[in-house]
Each structure stands twice: as structure tokens, then as C-alpha cells.
């Protein structure tokens, strides 16, 4: 427990210092200002009588229930937040495995009595522990001021940040095991990013898999649908879930196989990081 | 049961080179223990593999064939670290943190308590002259500062092991001397120091013993006093000393040198030097000084450096 409460502390006051903690509350702060002030409701007898959008006149041609525009919102602003949650906890936490293996650095820590899988280990916490919090603040606040402005209150979409940290938890193992491999933080960065981008263009692998030409190809892309994680069905996931599937025609089934696959996905990386960071000679 | 706090056995590391190239022999199975409250310096040129050394022992590297020990534990056990102190080369501690948060961070790092690590700091920063520094960022520290932090994050949670590389590089004369003191106190308190520097005069001056290594081998290991006694030659006073006398000594064999009012004697051995004492005597000579001419550790280890390696 020592350990990890040392390297929490290490990773919050180097993201504190090197601004990366400053960066990443500001921007998400300055998307919460701009969601505040953009919305402006005018609510008669808990229904929606007026609303304006930054600073225009919403056509209204009937009285529209409150609590199906604030589903709406909230559904439709859990997408933007999974996007912006993942990216913003990818650029503050991929240089944790890169700096802790510069040289003069990792000497310091693994002189310790600590085993490495244990140091490994709480550096990924710590950083997890570092997205968990913005994700918190993001869709906290975004909550609290749709609670203040529409006294309306929906806990799936506060509910919705674990299945948003559970996909920043996966690509952070993605980016841990690059990370002890490449000892580089833009590598690690890249390769995250590039990660959930081409997982969400699998999504549509029936399709991709039909057109190629070769039989391989096709066997190649399905193979690699199943073993990357589900970004793009993830994401629909969020939605479906805040929504409280409201909008279910317009969404595809939800069913468990991309959480597990996506949970295997993260759990391999993590434990190829674990192996090769023992391996590594420093 | 040995007092032994290091021990080093058969000690063999290989790097790989690449495809097709054979591998690099780092270490080529060295043997040495460092003892409780024993200053041991490891010498050699860049290359001899006296930091492969020091990362095996820490666990920074696996050694190819041999074994290491640490407090009694082998060196793959992260435990055999629970009480070893490290100064890296180079070290960064990081530059956003303050001296007070790097030692609780570290001490933390080995098991110690919140109360402990507050009760240590002052005492540390005290003995390495940093007191008022306590709370500024290391990225404001001058190296040898940074140096001293490093020595004191090494020093937080009493180790009875210390591993210090080049442990005064970039420090200036009177902080070397205090760091020497230091580690003299930490022996004295029953602390194993293993000293890996370059600068021989600081080994001379803080080892009791040390070990030479060349091309992953130990070629020389001993006190300092053992290597440096160069015993073929001894410094006479006596009177009179005139020609006869130095006639005598030369048709026994000995090499004979004027300097400075003594003589330099060379001899072949313990027996030889005691003819040529029994000779003086018998002339009615009177011996004031025999003592046997020392070299300084540097010209040991240029000797030990240059000398063509033996054939297995």
C-alpha cells in the first residue's frame, strides 16, 4: 500500500508540475463553461416551454416533455464526453512508463524492495486514478448543472463514467505495454490513439471483411475485430446506457462480448507490459 | 555464518550484440564480499563492468551464469533490497519535486512509516549540508546539491547496504571530504559501502578495500595497503653509509638507489633484506628507518591496467 501511495503522489505532483494536471482540468472545465452558458431553458410546469442554444431561439412547436430533452442531452453529450475523456486521458498519462524507464530514473525506483509487476502495477493505478478524476469532474459537472438548470437528476449518466474508465483502462494497458517496449511517450501516445480509431473502423468488419479480395483478408479482419477492443461498440454502449435505450431502433443490440473482449484485450496488454518490463535490462 | 552484506560468486554477464555477432562479455566471473562496516571500492576503466557489477547486485540486470547475494538474500528477491541504499550515476531525481518530497517518496518506496520518514529528513538534510533546502525543487539544486540529495534519499530508511556510483562527482572539496566522513560514520555503524568511482584518490582516501577489475575480471583485489606495498623495494636510514656498505649491497644482488640522503633497496626477498640489515650491523651501521616504499593506488591500477592480461 506504501508503494502505491508513494507513486500516486509521484504521478499527481508530476502532473501538477509539468502543467499536464492544469491542462487537463482546464479543458474540461472550458467544456463545462461552454455547455453551461449555451443552454438556456425556459420551463413551465416542469415542461419544456423555451429553449435557447447558444444564444438562438429553439423552434418549439409543441411543449416538450423536460425529462426526455434532458435524456437527450445527456445521451448525446455522453458520446462527445467518451471521446473527450478517452483522448485528454491518453495525452496526460502516456509518458508514465517512458519517464519512470529513463536512464538515472528507474535505477532510483527499482532499487527499492519492490517487485517490478508491483511497480508497474501502481503507476498504472495512479494513472487510472488521474483519468478516473477528470472523468468524474467532466460528467459530475455536466450533471450537476443539468440537475440545476432542468431539477431534473438521471444517474445513468454519472453511471455511464465507468464504462468510459473501463475503455480509458484498456488503451492505458495498450499504452503501458508500447510504453515499456518503445520507451517513448509520442509511440505510446500514437499507438493508443491509433488503436481505438482502427478498432472503431472494425466495427463495421462484416463489410470490410466482404470486400477485400482474399479469403486471408478476410479471415485477418475478423480475427483482428475479435482480438482489439470495441471501441466503436463501447461508445454505442454509453449512449444506449444513458439513454436508458430510449432511442433503442436507432441503436444495435448491446450484448456482453465487447466488454469481455475488450477487457481480455486490456488484461493481455497489461500483462505483456508486466512480462517484458521484468524482462527489460536497465 | 559469514558477516558478509555482499557476496559475489562466478559472476558472468553477456550482452547480446546482434544478429550473427557474438555476445559481449561483460563480466567474466568475478568473485568478492563486501563485509558489515567494510569501505569496498571497485575500480576499473570504462568497460570493466564494475556498473554491470552494481546492477546485478541491485537487480537492474540478470546475470548470465554466477550468483549475488545481498544481506544474506539472493539479489532476485526484491527483499534482499529491503535495507540497500543506491546512488545511481547520473541519477534524476525528478526535477518537480522538493528535496522533503523526494526522500518521503523514496522512504515510502522501502517500507518506511510517515512518522519515520518526517523524524529522518531533518537529521539527512542536516548531515548533508541541505537543511534550508528542505522544501525547493530539485530542478533548482546545483549538481552537487542534486548529489547530496541523491546520497540522502539513499540514506532514508537505514540501510546496511550502500551502493553509491561516483557518490561525489560534481561536489566540491569540502562536501567530498563530509561525504567521506559520512561514510565513514555509516561503516562504523556496521554499513556495507560499496564505492564504484573513477577517481582513485577518493577510493585511496575512504576504502579499506578494494578490487580492481579489467575486462570483466577481477585483476588485483585486497587493501589498499596489501596493493599498494610494493615489498621488492624498502627505504633505508642508517649511518654511516658510505661505499663499502653500498659495494656490499650490490654483490648480494639488491638494487641500490641514493635519494634525498635514504636509500632505495631492491630485494628479492624478506631473507635478502634481512643479509643486508645483518651486513650493516656487522659494519657497525645503525638502521634509524626500514620501511618498505609504497606506490600511490594510481600507479597500481596504470601498472594492473597496462599489463598484458594472462593466458587462461
Same mark, same amino acid.
Given at each position: 500500500?506504501?508503494?502505491?501511495?508513494?507513486?500516486?503522489?509521484?504521478?499527481?505532483?508530476?502532473?501538477?508540475?509539468?502543467?499536464?494536471?492544469?491542462?487537463?482540468?482546464?479543458?474540461?472545465?472550458?467544456?463545462?463553461?461552454?455547455?453551461?452558458?449555451?443552454?438556456?431553458?425556459?420551463?413551465?410546469?416542469?415542461?419544456?416551454?423555451?429553449?435557447?442554444?447558444?444564444?438562438?431561439?429553439?423552434?418549439?412547436?409543441?411543449?416538450?416533455?423536460?425529462?426526455?430533452?434532458?435524456?437527450?442531452?445527456?445521451?448525446?453529450?455522453?458520446?462527445?464526453?467518451?471521446?473527450?475523456?478517452?483522448?485528454?486521458?491518453?495525452?496526460?498519462?502516456?509518458?508514465?512508463?517512458?519517464?519512470?524507464?529513463?536512464?538515472?530514473?528507474?535505477?532510483?525506483?527499482?532499487?527499492?524492495?519492490?517487485?517490478?509487476?508491483?511497480?508497474?502495477?501502481?503507476?498504472?493505478?495512479?494513472?487510472?486514478?488521474?483519468?478516473?478524476?477528470?472523468?468524474?469532474?467532466?460528467?459530475?459537472?455536466?450533471?450537476?448543472?443539468?440537475?440545476?438548470?432542468?431539477?431534473?437528476?438521471?444517474?445513468?449518466?454519472?453511471?455511464?463514467?465507468?464504462?468510459?474508465?473501463?475503455?480509458?483502462?484498456?488503451?492505458?494497458?495498450?499504452?503501458?505495454?508500447?510504453?515499456?517496449?518503445?520507451?517513448?511517450?509520442?509511440?505510446?501516445?500514437?499507438?493508443?490513439?491509433?488503436?481505438?480509431?482502427?478498432?472503431?473502423?472494425?466495427?463495421?468488419?462484416?463489410?470490410?471483411?466482404?470486400?477485400?479480395?482474399?479469403?486471408?483478408?478476410?479471415?485477418?479482419?475478423?480475427?483482428?475485430?475479435?482480438?482489439?477492443?470495441?471501441?466503436?461498440?463501447?461508445?454505442?454502449?454509453?449512449?444506449?446506457?444513458?439513454?436508458?435505450?430510449?432511442?433503442?431502433?436507432?441503436?444495435?443490440?448491446?450484448?456482453?462480448?465487447?466488454?469481455?473482449?475488450?477487457?481480455?484485450?486490456?488484461?493481455?496488454?497489461?500483462?505483456?507490459?508486466?512480462?517484458?518490463?521484468?524482462?527489460?535490462?536497465? | 555464518?559469514?558477516?558478509?552484506?555482499?557476496?559475489?560468486?562466478?559472476?558472468?554477464?553477456?550482452?547480446?550484440?546482434?544478429?550473427?555477432?557474438?555476445?559481449?562479455?561483460?563480466?567474466?566471473?568475478?568473485?568478492?564480499?563486501?563485509?558489515?562496516?567494510?569501505?569496498?571500492?571497485?575500480?576499473?576503466?570504462?568497460?570493466?563492468?564494475?556498473?554491470?557489477?552494481?546492477?546485478?547486485? @541491485?537487480? !537492474?540486470?540478470?546475470? *548470465?551464469? /554466477? #550468483?549475488?547475494?545481498? +544481506?544474506? %538474500?539472493?539479489?532476485? &528477491?526484491?527483499?534482499?533490497?529491503?535495507?540497500?541504499?543506491?546512488?545511481?550515476?547520473?541519477?534524476?531525481?525528478?526535477?518537480?519535486?522538493?528535496?522533503?518530497?523526494?526522500?518521503?517518496?523514496?522512504?515510502?518506496?522501502?517500507?518506511?512509516?510517515?512518522?519515520?520518514?518526517?523524524?529522518?529528513?531533518?537529521?539527512?538534510?542536516?548531515?548533508?549540508?541541505?537543511?534550508?533546502?528542505?522544501?525547493?525543487?530539485?530542478?533548482?539544486?546545483?549538481?552537487?546539491?542534486?548529489?547530496?540529495?541523491?546520497?540522502?534519499?539513499?540514506?532514508?530508511?537505514?540501510?546496511?547496504? @550502500?551502493? !553509491?556510483?561516483?557518490? *561525489?562527482? /560534481? #561536489?566540491?572539496?569540502? +562536501?567530498? %571530504?563530509?561525504?567521506? &566522513?559520512?561514510?565513514?560514520?555509516?561503516?562504523?555503524?556496521?554499513?556495507?559501502?560499496?564505492?564504484?568511482?573513477?577517481?582513485?584518490?577518493?577510493?585511496?582516501?575512504?576504502?579499506?578495500?578494494?578490487?580492481?577489475?579489467?575486462?570483466?575480471?577481477?585483476?588485483?583485489?585486497?587493501?589498499?595497503?596489501?596493493?599498494?606495498?610494493?615489498?621488492?623495494?624498502?627505504?633505508?636510514?642508517?649511518?654511516?653509509?658510505?661505499?663499502?656498505?653500498?659495494?656490499?649491497?650490490?654483490?648480494?644482488?639488491?638494487?641500490?638507489?641514493?635519494?634525498?640522503?635514504?636509500?632505495?633497496?631492491?630485494?628479492?626477498?624478506?631473507?635478502?633484506?634481512?643479509?643486508?640489515?645483518? +651486513?650493516? %650491523?656487522?659494519?657497525?651501521?645503525?638502521?634509524?628507518?626500514?620501511?618498505?616504499?609504497?606506490?600511490?593506488?594510481?600507479?597500481?591500477?596504470?601498472?594492473?591496467?597496462?599489463?598484458?592480461?594472462?593466458?587462461?
Amino acid at each position: 500500500m506504501k508503494v502505491l501511495w508513494a507513486n500516486i503522489e509521484d504521478v499527481w505532483r508530476e502532473a501538477a508540475a509539468r502543467w499536464t494536471l492544469i491542462a487537463y482540468f482546464l479543458l474540461s472545465t472550458v467544456f463545462i463553461i461552454i455547455f453551461a452558458s449555451a443552454i438556456n431553458l425556459d420551463i413551465v410546469d416542469g415542461a419544456l416551454a423555451g429553449a435557447k442554444l447558444f444564444g438562438k431561439e429553439v423552434e418549439m412547436h409543441d411543449q416538450v416533455s423536460i425529462e426526455k430533452l434532458v435524456l437527450g442531452f445527456e445521451s448525446g453529450f455522453s458520446a462527445v464526453l467518451y471521446f473527450l475523456c478517452t483522448f485528454l486521458a491518453i495525452f496526460a498519462t502516456a509518458h508514465l512508463v517512458p519517464r519512470l524507464q529513463e536512464k538515472g530514473t528507474i535505477d532510483l525506483y527499482l532499487s527499492r524492495p519492490v517487485s517490478r509487476t508491483k511497480l508497474l502495477l501502481s503507476r498504472y493505478v495512479s494513472g487510472l486514478l488521474l483519468a478516473g478524476a477528470n472523468v468524474l469532474y467532466l460528467l459530475g459537472s455536466i450533471w450537476l448543472i443539468v440537475a440545476w438548470k432542468t431539477h431534473v437528476m438521471h444517474p445513468r449518466f454519472l453511471i455511464a463514467g465507468g464504462v468510459i474508465l473501463f475503455v480509458i483502462a484498456t488503451l492505458l494497458a495498450f499504452a503501458f505495454f508500447v510504453g515499456v517496449v518503445t520507451s517513448s511517450t509520442a509511440v505510446s501516445i500514437m499507438a493508443s490513439c491509433g488503436m481505438f480509431f482502427f478498432s472503431a473502423m472494425l466495427a463495421a468488419h462484416d463489410r470490410i471483411a466482404a470486400a477485400v479480395s482474399h479469403e486471408w483478408q478476410a479471415a485477418m479482419i475478423q480475427t483482428l475485430y475479435w482480438i482489439i477492443p470495441k471501441t466503436a461498440e463501447l461508445g454505442a454502449a454509453v449512449f444506449a446506457f444513458v439513454s436508458g435505450n430510449a432511442f433503442g431502433s436507432r441503436m444495435p443490440q448491446m450484448t456482453a462480448t465487447p466488454f469481455l473482449t475488450t477487457a481480455a484485450f486490456g488484461a493481455g496488454s497489461l500483462l505483456l507490459a508486466i512480462w517484458r518490463f521484468h524482462k527489460k535490462e536497465f | 555464518m559469514t558477516d558478509s552484506l555482499i557476496e559475489v560468486r562466478a559472476l558472468r554477464k553477456e550482452y547480446r550484440a546482434g544478429i550473427g555477432r557474438p555476445p559481449i562479455t561483460a563480466l567474466d566471473g568475478i568473485d568478492f564480499t563486501v563485509r558489515a562496516g567494510e569501505l569496498f571500492g571497485l575500480l576499473g576503466p570504462n568497460g570493466a563492468g564494475k556498473t554491470t557489477t552494481v546492477k546485478i547486485i @541491485l537487480g !537492474l540486470t540478470a546475470a *548470465t551464469n /554466477g #550468483v549475488a547475494f545481498m +544481506g544474506g %538474500r539472493p539479489v532476485t &528477491d526484491p527483499e534482499s533490497r529491503r535495507r540497500a541504499g543506491y546512488l545511481p550515476e547520473g541519477h534524476k531525481i525528478p526535477g518537480y519535486l522538493t528535496a522533503r518530497q523526494a526522500m518521503t517518496i523514496f522512504g515510502r518506496m522501502s517500507g518506511m512509516s510517515s512518522n519515520d520518514i518526517k523524524e529522518r529528513i531533518p537529521l539527512l538534510l542536516e548531515s548533508v549540508r541541505l537543511p534550508q533546502w528542505a522544501d525547493v525543487r530539485v530542478k533548482k539544486f546545483s549538481k552537487g546539491m542534486t548529489q547530496r540529495l541523491g546520497l540522502a534519499c539513499a540514506l532514508i530508511h537505514r540501510p546496511n547496504v @550502500l551502493l !553509491l556510483d561516483e557518490p *561525489t562527482d /560534481g #561536489v566540491d572539496p569540502v +562536501g567530498r %571530504r563530509e561525504i567521506r &566522513d559520512l561514510l565513514r560514520e555509516e561503516a562504523k555503524n556496521g554499513t556495507a559501502v560499496l564505492l564504484n568511482s573513477h577517481l582513485l584518490s577518493e577510493i585511496e582516501l575512504t576504502c579499506d578495500r578494494v578490487a580492481v577489475l579489467r575486462n570483466g575480471k577481477v585483476a588485483a583485489a585486497g587493501t589498499i595497503d596489501e596493493l599498494t606495498r610494493r615489498t621488492e623495494k624498502y627505504k633505508m636510514i642508517a649511518a654511516p653509509i658510505d661505499d663499502s656498505l653500498l659495494a656490499m649491497f650490490r654483490e648480494s644482488g639488491a638494487g641500490v638507489e641514493r635519494v634525498n640522503g635514504h636509500l632505495v633497496l631492491s630485494v628479492n626477498d624478506l631473507a635478502h633484506l634481512n643479509t643486508l640489515v645483518d +651486513g650493516l %650491523r656487522a659494519r657497525g651501521g645503525m638502521l634509524s628507518e626500514l620501511a618498505p616504499v609504497r606506490s600511490t593506488l594510481e600507479d597500481v591500477f596504470v601498472d594492473l591496467i597496462k599489463a598484458p592480461e594472462a593466458q587462461p
